[in-house]
DNA sequence: ACACAAAGTTCGCGTC
DNA sequence: GACGCGAACTTTGTGT
């Protein structure tokens, strides 16, 4: 078998793998357009996005990481006499 | 009708908003994480991640070189325009 | 006068510009890079850089728009029944 | 000694670490107004900041241009090279 | 209000 | 295997 066919056999592989990559980047691009498409849904009614988005991440995060990390944030503006509520 | 009631529309609109959202953050994260596998494949197949990723960028760019090309001679253009008008 | 005269007018106002914008971005890159020093430095006294950037974070922000940021964080968390604390 | 008298030295520390990390900022905060102020001056004798923006990052780049395009081609050698190879 | 640009955050890579 | 570095993505602010 000469280097070409041995070759054009990684190329064939590589020209599979960026191609099955392309189509899974359309996926996720049309994903993130529907995303879009109902935060200004959502605003049109009269939502504060910020705050949903707050929300989704709040809601998407681990109860135990998000306390631990709101008791750390506690700690030092307590130690440092901010008010936070 | 009660304030809560009254809240409750709000508050349903706000949760659908919500779960839509999730249900689709959720459809984002499965198509990152085919991605991901994707490029696992490739380098268990030898391939180099990183320049796969430059090719993948650089064919996507390929559709918009062109202006941006254009945009670039622009650039000078207007830059060096200064000089010339 | 020439073109050329008129125009090296523009020319060299405009290389003073730049040339002064770049003086002031090396001075702004200088900056970030002593920020970064302080933050590997409290990490290395044990804080939790994550939580330092909330607080300074909060510190600089103007509380009458925190709190209201965080109110209507609380009344959609309460509206979905999600427990922030 | 109390555990006041302890977490105050902690305390301290975070508070010094903070407000050295607040001067840095207000710090980077004036060079970036300064550098706000020049875009306004320089559009005010009617040139394009959009342009002058892309001149700044172009020669920005420049330094490290060569690297870049020497990147490229090593990219293309790389994914190509399977191929030649 | 939209788009562009800047900042911050996160993830993968190379290094030690 | 942990750490820092650099790139990619997300989010925030600003100018039109």
């Known amino acids: 078998m000469t280097d070409a ?4 056999v990684a190329a064939d592989q590589l020209r599979t793998i960026v191609e099955r990559i392309e189509r ?3 996926d996720k691009k049309a994903v993130v357009e529907d995303i879009k498409q109902l935060y200004m ?3 049109g009614n009269g939502f504060d996005n910020k705050a949903i988005r707050k929300i ?3 809601r998407a995060m681990d ?3 998000r306390k631990e990390a709101q008791a750390m944030l506690d ?3 307590h130690a440092l006499g901010l ?3």
Do not use: F, I, R
């Not at 066919?5 to 054009?8: A, L, Q």
């Open 24 to 26: 899974l980047e359309d």
């Open 63 to 65: 109860e135990g990481k």
């Open 41 to 43: 849904e959502a605003k």
């Open 83 to 85: 008010d936070l509520l």
């Open 56 to 58: 989704v991440a709040l």
């Open 75 to 77: 700690l030092y503006a």
């Open 5 to 8: 066919g041995h070759n054009s």
